[in-house]
């Protein structure tokens, strides 16, 4: 699955499918194919952590 470039813009769709499809990143990571630590580490460059509580990047 092809996942924006842009960190900034990659925020946003993380949080979307988070709040709207995904009970947790785990779980979107695993239905999209994607690499957890690379999402995780691309927001982290821009001051966001996930936030299992809540369930989006903050």
């Known amino acids: 699955m092809s996942i924006p470039n842009d960190p900034i813009i990659l925020l946003s ?3 979307t ?5 995904f009970p947790s990143l785990e779980e979107l990571c695993q ?8 999402i ?5 460059k821009i ?6 509580e809540s369930n989006k990047f903050v």
Do not use: A, H
């Open 13 to 15: 769709y993380i949080n």
């Open 31 to 38: 239905t999209l194919c994607l690499d957890q630590q690379e």
């Open 40 to 44: 995780c580490s691309k927001l982290g």
């Open 17 to 21: 499918k988070l709040r709207d499809e």
């Open 47 to 52: 001051g966001y952590d996930y936030d299992p």
